[in-house]
């Protein structure tokens, strides 16, 4: 049964900061992974997508990577802000199958002071 | 891009009565949508597969004649929660896949108080 663990579960940096958030998931088979932010209260924001073929994947300040053999991702944040303040959440997709739902970490909220 | 509209996007409501929260997709036909539960602090944890015109799939340990779900049409699939206690107070999202689409789409999720 595919886990998805996220460490480390909360994080405090100043502005300004570089990081990185780490995900591991048990089981190699999957078709895609994904990070996902969460404000308190609210749904989901897509942040990045990367492709089971892929390495990484570039959006802004975001940095994604997959080692699939291994079982990680790391989403790096460069020059955090305090409106980066959230919980980050991974998921991956299992290998296509139809109707196959995306199975979560447990997130790492972040929380960015000025 | 494919987008889920969810809502109410927060009930309170008595015990024993029952909720519907609704998710469509606006832009996209959802053959498939799934329904997940989030308590605090937890990471969301899928509930059902909901498949248009067929009973939805039932993860192990949900209750399917508490948690209805119903997927009338390829826009639309809805969640009851019938008879609600205060433990069912949660926080409840769906989200689609738009066929030929890599990524999943999320409603803006649904803040439940059963008091």
């Known amino acids: 049964k595919q886990e998805v663990t996220q460490i480390p579960a909360a994080l405090s940096v100043p502005e300004g900061e570089n990081l990185v958030l780490n995900c591991s998931f048990t089981?190699?088979?999957?078709?895609?992974l994904q990070w996902f932010r969460q404000d308190p209260g609210k749904g989901l924001t897509s942040l990045l997508l990367i492709q089971s073929s892929q390495r990484e994947q570039t959006s802004g300040r975001l940095n994604a990577s997959l080692d699939k053999s291994s079982g990680r991702s790391t989403l790096y944040i460069a020059a955090s802000q305090p409106g980066d303040s959230a919980t980050y959440l991974c998921?991956?997709?299992?290998?296509?199958?139809?109707?196959?739902?995306?199975?979560f970490g447990k997130g790492t909220t972040l929380s960015v002071s000025s | 891009g494919a987008v889920v509209s969810q809502h109410p996007s927060r009930v309170i409501c008595k015990s024993g009565t029952s909720v519907k929260i609704e998710c469509r997709s606006l832009d996209f036909q959802a053959t498939t949508m799934f329904w997940y539960r989030q308590f605090p602090k937890q990471s969301l944890m899928l509930m059902a597969t909901?498949?248009?015109?067929?009973?939805?799939?039932?993860e192990q340990g949900v209750e399917k004649d508490k948690f209805l779900i119903n997927h009338a049409s390829l826009t639309l699939s809805t969640l009851t929660v019938t008879s609600a206690h205060p433990e069912d107070s949660s926080f409840y999202i769906c989200s689609a896949i738009r066929q030929g689409a890599r990524g999943y789409t999320f409603g803006s999720g649904t803040r439940l108080t059963v008091v």
């Open positions: 089981d190699s088979a999957i078709y895609n």
């Open positions: 909901s498949n248009e015109g067929s009973k939805a799939t039932y």
């Open positions: 998921a991956v997709r299992p290998i296509n199958q139809a109707g196959t739902a995306l199975i």
